[in-house]
């Protein structure tokens, strides 16, 4: 079988890459930084309620880096395009179905969380990588700041649940 590598992308569609990925985890983060109270509201058990608003500020923080981003290479946020991850944010996983059991309903608000973070950590090391190859050297240090709080979160949502069953 012949694997056919494929041509780098000029510097012009890398950065129109970058700013629609951009877009897209811009929104759904200020969206999910609006919808975060709900969901903390839900849990349970005070430690899932601590956690949950420690990942929140971290929406906040990476929400203000994107601003600083989008300064930097003089654009504007635009949510053209931008419904994928928007509607994963906005599905919720299926958490307004309560269930009797407690604990249900917390595994459930971790398993979204970390998807979530799973999904921020995909994004932001996209962008992480296209913005190396455009030179963006204080731009990657900021998405570096971004993504390593995603690795933090995930992390901090794994003992959360260890926590449930120890």
Request: proline content about 4%; hydrophobic content about 40%.
């Amino acid at each position: 079988m012949n694997v056919v590598k494929p041509q780098p992308l000029d510097p012009q569609l890398q950065y129109k890459v970058f700013v629609h990925n951009l877009n897209r985890i811009y929104f759904a983060k200020t969206y999910l930084d609006k919808k975060m109270p709900n969901l903390i509201d839900m849990a349970s058990f005070k430690g899932l309620k601590l956690g949950m608003t420690e990942f929140w500020e971290d929406v906040k923080k990476q929400i203000a880096r994107m601003d600083i981003i989008y300064k930097i290479i003089n654009e504007l946020p635009s949510d053209k395009n931008c419904n994928p991850l928007k509607a994963i944010v906005k599905d919720e996983f299926c958490l307004t179905e309560k269930h009797e059991i407690a604990i249900l309903n917390d595994m459930d608000l971790i398993m979204y969380m970390q998807m979530l973070e799973h999904i921020n950590i995909a994004c932001y090391g996209l962008l992480k990588t296209i913005a190396g190859h455009l030179k963006y050297d204080h731009i990657e240090q900021l998405l570096k700041e971004c993504f390593d709080e995603c690795v933090d979160n995930d992390e901090l949502f794994i003992l959360i649940a260890k926590e449930y069953v120890q």
